[in-house]
């Protein structure tokens, strides 16, 4: 690492996409222009500077938020605190989590990442333990986070891209085109022209016309088949060549690409594409005749939480056609490629669709054409162990015996993504996926050149989240039923089903929702009001028109063990929660801050988990002794009552956790979510003007 390198590694604040000063990555009202941040940027190659230029990004992304008539969303007080205490001897995510939620470094409480790249670089040397023989291709699209790619790179990682954007962004970190796949079946001719003109040219295929329009648009060959980059798209390619990847690093894996993006990526020298149908095969061949195709097959994704089979992937049946449509076109296949969806957690998944990807090598032998020399098994790997599924390094055996059949010569298997990113969430470690996988790789020939494409195995548990509650609102229970806690529960859940299904219809059925609110009340024994009149417990709300909760003035008194909460933080599905939307993610929240006062260590999730066990186990056993465990449980004398975690914005579909058990929480409480790497940051938005969270460093220790 460099001197300047070491010296940005110690600053706390967020990264850089180019190099340089990390905060030319700042969005959002407080973003630096490039020019601005370059224009006086202090000397970082020592400690000094680098903390001389995070005080004067500060000030610069004040003055920047100033004219754009907005307000920063951090006044550089919780900036300077990171800075800080990211830097701190013995510096973990918790202690940070814990530092940053004070209301000395953070008085705005405003919502927050903090990123360990520690743990990127754990995962990385798990993962060339586990599965020596498969060179992981990091699937940038999952977490594009400057630091982290940055990280990654310096380690000798390869990177997957779906885009020439992300090809350029893996470039500029310095990255070696050929340590760069374009894994996009479906790339535009003109990502294709521009990812080969910065040298990416290994890209995936899934159908005919695909591998024609990369033969089309990348007239040149690949002499060398060290890919080390899976992108998606144009964008993706040159992301990554701006990193200094060579075109040969990459691979245009996307069966379905627009004729101009294969154009552009033949014009940047990225000609290995995937193709799944013949008509992506003509475009292919007629706009980069040179292309090297790679043919996407289908394979079982049913263990997986993000299929993709609807989409891509030839049928068995079609491939042998397919193949021979190729010959005929004259387009060269230089392999076979495939995904079992995103995180799968099922090793034998992947083991299946090796197995297939030798039926589609035998097909190939039988037509005459020369040897293929390609394997992609694609992405889906776990990011975190035991989440549903099988770990990583049961992936990894399952996979082994399987590569270990194939052909000698064979340069290069992609394994795909999928992996999972955090350990003991319901499903198989990663070391068990990985002890699937090596059996199955160790079937195939020595000379044989295996890589992958995690995303969430390393960007998941690299990342944890602080949000601040915002609002609370309470559900009392029943007076005098000795059910309150089960006929609020009913209340909330009959009035939030009735919220989810009017966002899921054409329109808004208020009197609908209005009776089934008022049956719900009538069922759990709280009285409706009339329009303008008072409710037997005071309130003078009632429901009508849009859905809408409405209970008796809250406050702490008279809190009872039934009583139910909804909370309102500052970060919610529209921001860093997207992944619950678009990746079908389960976030489990645990109390960060109480009452002033950290208590991450007591509420932690760990804590948490064990209450609701004994809480089923008590439900369960009508003879267990529950004396020590109320109706709604507790923790370290605490009473945990049944409660929902809402977002900011005015969107009703804005929920992040429908039903959890917490104790009771105050405003400005702090609540963290673990393992928030992975599909959180790439598609966070600032709907309702809500700023996107900062994400703070944990930077690489001295080993």
């Not at 918790?94 to 008085?107: G, K, R, T």
């Not at 290995?272 to 007629?286: G, V």
């Not at 890589?451 to 390393?458: M, S, T, V």
């Amino acid at each position: 690492m460099s001197p300047e390198q070491k010296a940005l590694s110690t600053c706390g604040l967020p990264g850089t996409m180019a190099g340089g000063c990390p905060h030319k990555a700042a969005s959002g009202a407080g973003a630096l222009s490039v020019a601005a941040c370059a224009s006086e940027k202090p000397d970082t190659t020592t400690e000094a500077g680098a903390a001389a230029c995070c005080d004067q990004a500060v000030a610069l992304a004040a003055q920047t938020a100033a004219q754009a008539g907005a307000a920063p969303a951090d006044d550089g007080t919780l900036s300077r605190a990171a800075a800080a205490v990211c830097r701190a001897q013995g510096a973990t995510i918790p202690s940070v989590l814990e530092a940053l939620s004070s209301p000395e470094a953070n008085p705005d409480a405003l919502p927050f990442f903090v990123c360990d790249l520690n743990v990127v670089r754990e995962r990385l040397a798990l993962w060339r333990r586990e599965l020596p023989d498969v060179v992981p291709h990091y699937a940038i699209k999952c977490c594009p986070d400057p630091r982290l790619m940055q990280t990654l790179a310096d380690l000798g990682a390869s990177f997957d891209c779906a885009s020439i954007s992300e090809i350029r962004s893996v470039l500029a970190l310095g990255v070696a085109p050929e340590r760069i796949i374009y894994a996009n079946p479906t790339k535009p001719a003109s990502h294709i022209r521009q990812s080969a003109a910065v040298g990416v040219d290994l890209m995936t295929f899934d159908n005919a016309e695909e591998l024609r329009k990369m033969h089309d648009a990348l007239p040149i060959s690949l002499a060398d088949l060290g890919a080390s980059f899976d992108c998606a798209s144009i964008s993706e390619i040159r992301s990554v060549l701006a990193l200094g990847v060579a075109p040969e690093r990459i691979i245009y894996a996307n069966p379905t690409k627009p004729a101009s993006h294969i154009r552009q990526s033949a014009a940047v020298g990225v000609d290995l594409m995937t193709f799944d149908n013949a008509e992506e095969l003509r475009k292919m061949r007629q706009e980069h005749p040179g292309v090297r195709a790679v043919l996407r097959i289908l394979a079982d994704d049913s263990k997986s939480v993000c299929a993709f089979g609807r989409k891509f992937g030839a049928h068995p049946h079609t491939t042998r056609a397919l193949l021979a449509r190729a010959q005929a076109l004259g387009v060269r296949v230089v392999g076979v490629s495939f995904h079992v969806g995103s995180g799968c957690f099922d090793p034998e998944s992947f083991a299946d669709a090796v197995r297939r990807v030798g039926r589609v090598f035998a097909e190939a032998a039988a037509l005459g054409m020369p040897q293929l020399e390609l394997v992609d098994i694609g992405g889906g790997f776990p990011g975190v162990d035991n989440v549903d599924g099988a770990p990583f390094h049961e992936v990894a055996a399952a996979l082994r015996p399987e590569l270990a059949r194939f052909p000698p010569g064979l340069e290069l298997v992609d394994i795909g993504g999928g992996f999972p990113g955090v350990d003991n969430v319901d499903g198989a470690p990663f070391h068990e996926v990985a002890a699937a996988l090596r059996p199955e790789l160790a079937r195939f020939p020595p000379g044989v050149r295996f890589i992958g494409e995690p995303g969430r195995f390393f960007a998941a548990p690299a990342f944890s989240l602080a949000v601040n509650v915002t609002s609370r609102r309470r559900i009392p229970a029943v007076p005098g039923s000795d059910e309150g806690a089960d006929d609020a529960a009913a209340t909330t859940a009959a009035l939030t089903t009735g919220l989810a299904a009017a966002d899921s219809g054409a329109a808004y059925d208020f009197e609908a929702i209005a009776e089934a609110a008022r049956e719900a009340r009538r069922a759990a024994g709280i009285a409706t009001p009339s329009p303008g009149g008072a409710s037997p417990t005071g309130s003078t709300e009632f429901v009508v028109g849009p859905p809408v909760l409405s209970f008796p003035a809250d406050d702490n008194t008279d809190v009872q063990p039934g009583d139910q909460f909804m909370y309102y933080v500052n970060d919610g599905v529209y921001g860093s929660f997207n992944c619950i939307q678009f990746d079908h993610a389960r976030v489990i929240p645990a109390v960060l801050r109480r009452s002033g006062e950290p208590c991450l260590g007591t509420f932690d999730q760990a804590a948490l988990s064990h209450a609701l066990d004994a809480i089923s186990s008590a439900a369960d056993n009508s003879q267990a002794d529950t004396r020590s465990v109320t109706p709604e449980g507790e923790v370290d004398g605490d009473l945990l009552h049944t409660c929902s975690v809402w977002g900011p914005t005015c969107d009703s579909i804005d929920l992040i956790v429908p039903e959890t058990r917490l104790p009771r929480l105050s405003i400005g409480d702090w609540l963290a979510f673990r393992n928030m790497g992975a599909y959180t940051l790439t598609a966070a938005s600032e709907f309702n003007g809500f700023a996107k969270a900062s994400v703070f460093y944990i930077p690489l220790r001295e080993e």
